[in-house]
């Protein structure tokens, strides 16, 4: 089974930028519909954060990341971005990326990665 392997996190100093990936160990059989990231940290609810949906990877954002954040798609290599700038202390989290296949609003994620750390901090 094809698993969503994210890339890219680490430790910044708060103003600074990071840049997740998020990219399928094979290729799919069928592109996902929708993609999303979400974050979590230990005893809170994951929160997402970004996400695209359909072919036009229409975006969308959580209000406390939106100016801040880019998500974007690669559709030649399946690839999902989160450009990360001005990050915050407050954006420390593990962020995981998530994948929706079936023709359903809001997305139904039915694959989900296994997170990467990011730590914003000085």
């Known amino acids: 089974q094809v698993q969503l392997v994210e890339t890219g996190g680490g430790s910044v100093e708060p103003g600074g930028s990071l840049r997740l990936a998020c990219s399928p160990s094979?290729?799919?059989?069928?592109?996902?519909?929708?993609m999303g990231w979400f974050r979590q940290n230990p005893g809170q609810a994951r929160e997402p954060v970004a996400s695209v949906y359909g072919s036009n990877n229409q975006p969308d954002y959580a209000s406390s990341v939106k100016g801040r954040f880019t998500i974007s798609r690669d559709n030649a290599n399946d690839t999902l971005y989160l450009q990360m700038n001005n990050l915050k202390s407050e954006d420390t989290a593990i962020y995981s990326c998530?994948?929706?296949?079936?023709?359903?609003?809001?997305?139904?994620?039915?694959?989900w990665g296994q997170g990467t750390q990011v730590t914003v901090s000085s």
């Open positions: 998530a994948a929706g296949f079936a023709r359903a609003w809001p997305c139904y994620y039915e694959k």
């Open positions: 094979s290729k799919y059989t069928t592109r996902p519909l929708c």
